[in-house]
């Protein structure tokens, strides 16, 4: 079993940046695609970005194409997300997660099967 551990949320003005980090343990994630997922109060959870097992694919939701970049480190177990050009509207709790093989499914939660716990993002405007 994974766990896994997100940091370097926080508070940032607009046109900010941040960059999150998520920590695994327990198992390497070098043969599985990870996620990056956030949500915000009263709405439901979404995909921010996935890469594959070898960061050879990535996927990023429309709302923040161009802006946030995944990667990952396999030899350290880390996935990180390099937020820039902030904005309000990505004030969320940010979570990363595990997929079940080696690639993801586009714009699904289905298939993720460790999670953890989150990270606070606020943007103030």
């Known amino acids: 079993q994974v766990q896994l551990v997100e940091s370097g949320g926080g508070l940032v003005q607009a046109g900010g940046s941040l960059r999150l980090s998520c920590a695994a343990s327990?198992?390497?994630?070098?043969?599985?695609?990870m996620g990056w997922f956030r949500q915000a109060p009263g709405k439901e959870r979404e995909v921010v970005a996935a890469i594959s097992w070898n960061g050879g694919d990535t996927y990023y939701a429309d709302s923040v194409k161009g802006r946030f970049t995944i990667s990952r480190d396999n030899a350290k177990n880390t996935v990180s997300l390099q937020m820039n050009v902030l904005k309000p509207e990505d004030t969320a709790v940010y979570y990363c997660?595990?997929?079940?093989?080696?690639?993801?499914?586009?714009?699904?939660?289905?298939?993720?099967?460790?999670w953890g716990q989150g990270t606070q993002v606020t943007v103030s405007s």
């Open positions: 327990g198992r390497a994630i070098s043969n599985y695609a």
């Open positions: 997660a595990q997929y079940r093989g080696y690639t993801f499914v586009p714009a699904t939660l289905d298939g993720y099967n460790y």
